[in-house]
């Protein structure tokens, strides 16, 4: 059986035509990952976990896919996990919002740690663990409560690891303002 035989030439300039139609088709998304959406550029990046204040939801070395500038189009939604800048850290924190503006906000004294209160409701983690706060946790927090009443006031988010144990979070440098979420995390397995 006698086959044609493709010489080097014809096959990278088979590979070169590929290419390019695969751009005029799709653009420049091929070459960057970023999408528009309503006028806003979101750039999707692939994050790599670092720590365990996260934990049990996110582990330590899980990839996650992060959409940066999402927040500039989008509101922050309880429940979202988020990239947060904090000017202490070199690299960004990644925590879920437990609380947005207008939500109300109470820190309740139990036996011999303190709850959070959001609308009525204890704060859990994604496995149903209560939050339960040291007084020095719990003062940070009631600064809040305090000063506006019960209630997260405007442009501020409480933002949580899922580790109720140990995580640098709002409990440790309060609530944070929508600049400081840098994008959303969109994808965990």
């Given at each position: 059986?006698?086959?044609?035989?493709?010489s080097l030439l014809t096959f990278g300039i088979f590979v070169f035509t590929f290419i390019i139609a695969l751009f005029l088709v799709n653009g420049t998304?091929?070459?960057?990952?970023?999408?528009?959406?309503?006028?806003?550029?979101?750039?999707?990046?692939?994050?790599?976990?670092?720590?365990?204040?996260?934990?049990?939801?996110?582990?330590?070395?899980?990839?996650?896919?992060?959409?940066?500038?999402?927040?500039?189009?989008?509101?922050?939604?309880i429940g979202d996990l988020v990239m947060v800048d904090h000017a202490n850290r070199e690299t960004p924190l990644v925590k879920v919002i437990r609380a947005?503006?207008?939500?109300?906000?109470?820190?309740?004294?139990?036996?011999?740690?303190?709850?959070?209160?959001?609308?009525?409701?204890?704060?859990?983690?994604?496995?149903?663990?209560?939050?339960?706060?040291?007084?020095?946790?719990?003062?940070?927090?009631?600064?809040?409560?305090?000063?506006?009443?019960?209630?997260?006031?405007?442009?501020?988010?409480?933002?949580?690891?899922?580790?109720?144990?140990?995580?640098?979070?709002?409990?440790?440098?309060?609530?944070?303002?929508?600049?400081?979420?840098?994008?959303?995390?969109?994808?965990?397995?």
């Amino acid at each position: 059986m006698n086959m044609p035989k493709v010489s080097l030439l014809t096959f990278g300039i088979f590979v070169f035509t590929f290419i390019i139609a695969l751009f005029l088709v799709n653009g420049t998304e091929i070459f960057k990952n970023i999408s528009k959406q309503d006028g806003c550029e979101i750039n999707k990046v692939v994050k790599t976990v670092r720590g365990e204040s996260m934990y049990p939801l996110l582990k330590h070395g899980q990839e996650i896919v992060v959409s940066e500038g999402y927040y500039n189009c989008n509101s922050p939604q309880i429940g979202d996990l988020v990239m947060v800048d904090h000017a202490n850290r070199e690299t960004p924190l990644v925590k879920v919002i437990r609380a947005v503006p207008n939500n109300k906000l109470q820190i309740v004294k139990e036996d011999d740690f303190y709850k959070i209160i959001v609308n009525g409701q204890s704060l859990k983690n994604s496995v149903g663990k209560l939050y339960r706060l040291s007084e020095q946790e719990a003062k940070m927090i009631s600064l809040y409560e305090r000063d506006y009443k019960g209630m997260i006031p405007k442009d501020a988010y409480l933002i949580l690891g899922d580790n109720v144990d140990s995580s640098l979070d709002s409990t440790e440098f309060g609530l944070v303002g929508k600049k400081s979420l840098l994008g959303k995390i969109n994808y965990h397995p």
